[in-house]
């Protein structure tokens, strides 16, 4: 049995943090790729300095990737653009010693960081109040078109699903729901509706899904494209 380990990094590059995994494995030498991420393949005894310089040895291939894959990413940490709700934000963030503050004017987000770490914790709390905001208002709308109830709607920050259902008709979406288009956030809404009714993947659900919404199948697709860095 091969042992692995993975576990997430970054570096500081241009005053921006360069997001990457390292798995160790029983490995000769030191592997790069970039998927969703970048991701690095390293021997169990190399230390961290030497995975750091290994990235930044490469930091100029690495950009030019990482800039080729962002048009779908939610977060373009390089432009300092965030998607909401299908609507580009720019990101203006000045560094001051005072607590982390935000506020949104027209398509510019404006942040007050206490450091430039926080920029990352602050958009977590953006998604936050948005999804209590805009999805919230969302599922009660669709909620009482399609004529299928819930017990009750909560957000939390989740990176393996957009939502789920419990079987008391719980509904819990994640607040990076709030990076998808109109269209995709309705899809992920009436998903988690639908298994209020059905509480599971049968066909029974996917054929109620469809009812609701014929093109179901091609919103799926453009979901799947997008990269959760
Ligand atoms: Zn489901």
């Known amino acids: 049995m ?4 993975t576990e997430k990094s970054y570096i500081i590059y241009n005053g921006e943090n360069i997001y990457f995994t390292i798995t160790y494995k029983n490995v000769k030498n030191m592997t790069l790729r970039v998927k969703d991420n970048i991701q690095v393949v ?5 230390p961290k300095t030497e995975i750091n310089n290994f990235i930044y040895r490469n930091i100029d291939k690495l950009l030019i990737i990482l800039e080729k894959k962002s048009n779908n990413t939610y977060f373009n940490h390089q432009k300092n653009i ?15 010693n005072s607590k982390s503050t935000w506020k949104i004017v027209g398509n510019n987000i404006y942040m007050n960081l206490k450091s430039i770490d926080d920029k990352e914790i602050v958009l977590r709390r953006i998604f936050k109040k948005k999804a209590e905001e805009y999805l919230k208002m969302r599922i009660d709308e669709i909620s009482s078109a399609i004529s299928i109830k819930y017990n009750s709607v909560n957000f939390k920050w989740m990176t393996t699903k957009w939502g789920y259902c419990d079987n008391k008709n719980n509904i819990v979406l994640s607040t990076k729901t709030i990076i998808l288009d109109k269209n995709m956030i309705d899809y992920i809404i009436v998903h988690e509706l639908c298994h209020t009714i059905e509480h599971n993947h049968s066909k029974k659900f996917w054929l109620l899904v469809s009812k609701i919404m014929p093109n179901y199948k091609e919103i799926i697709k453009k979901i799947k494209l997008i990269n959760l860095i």
């Open 42 to 46: 390293a021997p169990f005894y190399v």
């Open 2 to 5: 091969t042992k692995t380990k």
């Open 82 to 96: 965030v998607r909401m709700i299908g609507e580009d934000y720019n990101i203006i963030a000045n560094i001051s």
